[in-house]
T-cell receptor, first 113, second 114 residues
Framework: QQQVKQSPQSLIVQKGGISIINCAYENTAFDYFPWYQQFPGKGPALLIAIRPDVSEKKEGRFTISFNKSAKQFSLHIMDSQPGDSATYFCAASYSNSGYALNFGKGTSLLVTP | DTGVSQDPRHKITKRGQNVTFRCDPISEHNRLYWYRQTLGQGPEFLTYFQNEAQLEKSRLLSDRFSAERPKGSFSTLEIQRTEQGDSAMYLC???FGQGFNEQYFGPGTRLTVT
């Protein structure tokens, strides 16, 4: 049972554009929501993470928006660059599980020159 | 390189054979996680250790799977009597502390069962 649902499955954005990836969850016990970036042949790497007590977090070109009532969160990549082309995973976890990560299925992002 | 390392990077085995993977976490990281990732999917949690204690196991971890972390340092994941459905990337991650600290992932071990 997928605890975190992610969309779209794939995304093509022109250089300089905004990439938006959305995720939804059901388990209200989740209290940590990270986004991971994965390149082919590599393990996932943390991009940015948020707790549910804030509605937005920004780090450089990456922003997480969080809507606790709707149980949704999203990743916005501003000024997308070809080097951002990768697979992005949202995830959710909570303390009673030792913060084991529940991942979405991933979004394959292609940024065209 | 002081990141998480995994060995081997690739393993091809015949159905029914046993395989063992090793993960070396970042030094002094007390938590260690194992995940499995199949093509086109997100990683799925298998199990985690806090120091040497295995504290949680996913229902995905059948009786053919066993994991250990002796002395709270490196960890091994063994799969007995491998099946074709075990073909996947096995990822290890480690983190430090008690709260929601960043999990650092290794490069993974790609298992192919023929």
């Amino acid at each position: 049972q997928q605890q975190v649902k992610q969309s779209p499955q794939s995304l093509i954005v022109q250089k300089g554009g905004i990439s938006i990836i959305n995720c939804a969850y059901e388990n209200t016990a989740f209290d940590y929501f990270p986004w991971y970036q994965q390149f082919p042949g590599k393990g996932p790497a943390l991009l940015i993470a948020i707790r549910p007590d804030v509605s937005e977090k920004k780090e450089g070109r990456f922003t997480i928006s969080f809507n606790k009532s709707a149980k949704q969160f999203s990743l916005h990549i501003m000024d997308s660059q070809p080097g951002d082309s990768a697979t992005y995973f949202c995830a959710a976890s909570y303390s009673n599980s030792g913060y084991a990560l529940n991942f979405g299925k991933g979004t394959s992002l292609l940024v065209t020159p | 390189d002081t990141g998480v390392s995994q060995d081997p990077r690739h393993k091809i085995t015949k159905r029914g054979q046993n395989v063992t993977f090793r993960c070396d976490p970042i030094s002094e990281h007390n938590r260690l996680y194992w995940y499995r990732q199949t093509l086109g999917q997100g990683p799925e949690f298998l199990t985690y250790f806090q120091n040497e204690a295995q504290l949680e196991k996913s229902r995905l971890l059948s009786d053919r799977f066993s994991a250990e972390r002796p002395k709270g340092s490196f960890s091994t994941l063994e799969i007995q009597r491998t099946e074709q459905g075990d073909s996947a990337m096995y990822l290890c991650a480690s983190s430090f502390g008690q709260g929601f600290n960043e999990q650092y992932f290794g490069p993974g071990t790609r298992l192919t069962v023929t």
